[in-house]
């Protein structure tokens, strides 16, 4: 069975790590009761599925609390960020059913700030100026299991440091002549505190600041300063920063802040089977015209999940289904696709449309003739009515649901065999009509008048319903189907390069698909259901073109009952 819908507000959700942990500041008085978040990305791409679940996480934390969620972007890295991208990001949290507290906010509002706690820092002993190279100071660190080598520049006077950092801020240096660095413990056990840098310099113009600054927060310097900053209490990161939680106390610990500490906490990142999301492979397969873009519905970016027909409901119930974890772990993708299915199964409209068209003439239909059969737009939902579909006396049926010569258990259409057409007759195959290769070009029918309403009177029963198109009505159309992206359940994971098992056939594109005529007023990014075929969306820019959302087969019901019967 599908898996029932959670509750987006959490509402009869049991308590994961995180919330508890949230609840019992709460009891305990910390913060006041106060519960600030945050989602901090950088605006330099767009956001994927595993981005999703930092989101619902951030904004449903603090909703659960009456608390507040801000989004702020991490823009201290001016190459590659663009205002373009920060506008896709807070569009695509909007698309989640998220609003943020207040106006967006971004790290390059404190750039002051954080210069200012720089200069704290050097008048401490606690940071200073190193004029090695990125490549020197990366060999200098050591390993796990060697100390790193204290840097010659490692114990200049506090004069002297403030007098170079004021020099790096005001351009005169060149890029990666120096950098600032904090003064810890080049022998700590963790590496990230061994020196870490603080700025860098960058002659690059910034979307926002402009030429403005010459010298960069790197993100550690910057993220914590700015939670504490805006007054976050509760910092959730995913898993792979939680090496960094040291340096963020640190640098909270040494700081002179307005506020009470931010904490940061960190869960477990979402992963999916035959996905990549990290941001390289993913440019790598947009720079290589492996896809179609940032938003081809064959990438897990929200943009691709949204233009594929995902409904946002959809994401933010698989998102709670899975849960909060310590423990970094890969889901199947056929569970999201199975919480997909179910919202659309109860949601989207049902419609005809025929892929590959095999010809259908039905011999003793009334020359000139039309009907209008009724047809129910949602079985689930009968408050949504029903709709008019022409037929006639040819039609167009989906060619593999013919064969000349059919094997056991094929209980479609064949020569002499009989079947019920949706909402309209049966309809038995008298003889078809083949092309000198052989090929079926044309199927020559009768219809029995007496069966309408898809029963016949002397009791017969036939084996199969099959969809059909008035071929004098059709409207043509694209689509799109899709396979996996990667051949691999879990791409790169044997060592190898993920894109080593890239699907070249991940996507079909069939130009002469056969549609009745209702579907002309499907709605860009409209989500509706080929009647047997799947769920299909209508691209958002162009006409009549659907993409393949999901198949009608619940392959996640597959999966739990194999696992049951091994187990």
């Known amino acids: 069975m599908s898996p029932e819908p959670s509750s987006p507000s959490g509402e009869g959700r049991s308590l994961d790590f995180i919330r508890e942990r949230v609840r019992a500041d709460n009891a305990s008085g910390a913060y006041a009761g106060r519960v600030q978040t945050r989602f901090p990305p950088e605006p330099n791409g767009f956001l994927h599925i595993g981005h999703a679940k ?19 972007f991490d823009d201290t890295n001016p190459a590659g960020e663009d205002a373009a991208y920060a506008e896709a990001i807070a569009d695509d949290i909007a698309w989640l059913g998220f609003e943020p507290d207040g106006a967006a906010v971004y790290a390059s509002d404190y750039f002051e700030q954080l210069y200012e706690w720089a200069e704290h820092l050097v008048r401490q002993g606690l940071a200073y100026v190193d004029e090695q190279g990125a490549e020197t100071i990366s060999a200098n660190r050591g390993d796990f299991s060697t100390p790193g080598t204290d840097s010659p520049w490692r114990d200049r006077s506090v004069a002297e440091n403030l007098g170079l950092l004021r020099d790096m801020r005001v351009g005169r240096f060149d890029d990666g002549a120096k950098v600032l660095r904090a003064r ?52 959730l990161c995913s898993l792979e920063f939680d090496a960094h939680r040291q340096l963020y106390d640190w640098y909270l610990e040494h700081l002179p802040l307005p506020g009470d500490r931010p904490r940061q906490y960190e869960f477990a990142r979402l992963n999916l089977t035959h996905t990549v999301t990290s941001k390289r492979k993913l440019s790598a397969l947009v720079d290589g015209a492996l896809v179609n873009g940032w938003d081809d519905p064959r990438l897990p970016t929200l943009r691709g999940l949204r233009r594929r027909g995902y409904p946002p409901e959809a994401i933010r119930q698989f998102c709670a289904h899975i849960g909060v974890a310590r423990v970094n772990g890969v889901h199947e993708i056929e569970l999201l696709e199975s919480f997909v299915r179910t919202h659309l ?118 084996r199969a319903t099959i969809h059909w198109v008035s071929a004098d009505h059709a409207v043509d159309a694209a689509v799109a189907l899709y396979d996996r992206l990667f051949t691999d359940p879990v791409p790169g994971a044997d060592g190898r390069d993920p894109l080593e098992s890239y699907n070249p056939a991940s996507r079909e594109l069939i130009a002469g698909a056969k549609l009745e005529p209702e579907l002309k007023k499907t709605a860009p990014g409209e989500v509706v259901q080929f009647e047997r075929l799947g769920y299909f969306a209508h691209d958002p820019g162009t006409p009549m073109l659907f993409h393949r959302t999901v198949g009608l087969r619940d392959e996640w019901a597959n999966i739990q009952k194999r696992r049951q019967q091994s187990s």
């Open 54 to 72: 930092a989101v619902c996480l951030n904004f449903e934390v603090a909703a659960e609390t009456g608390g507040t969620c801000r989004l702020r």
């Open 184 to 235: 810890i413990d080049m022998a700590h056990p963790n590496m990230l505190m061994r020196d870490p840098v603080m700025y860098r310099i960058r002659h690059t113009a910034h979307f926002r600041t402009g030429d403005a600054w010459c010298i960069y927060p790197t993100y550690d310097w910057a993220h914590g300063q700015s939670d504490a900053i805006e007054g976050v209490t509760h910092s």
């Open 345 to 462: 199964n109860r949601t989207a409209q049902r419609r005809m449309a025929v892929l590959r068209p095999l010809e259908v003439v039905i011999d003793n239909w009334p020359d000139g003739r039309i009907e209008l059969r009724r047809a129910p737009n949602n079985p689930e939902d009968p408050g949504e009515g029903e709709r008019e579909v022409p037929f006639s006396g040819r039609l167009w049926i989906e060619r593999d649901d013919f064969m000349l010569d059919p094997p056991r258990k094929f209980y479609r259409l064949a020569p002499g065999r009989e079947v019920r057409l949706r909402a309209g007759y049966f309809l038995r195959c008298d003889y078809a009509e083949t092309d000198l290769d052989g090929e079926v070009t044309r199927l020559r029918c009768t219809y029995d008048p007496d069966t309408d309403g898809g029963q016949a009177p002397d009791g017969r029963k036939v």
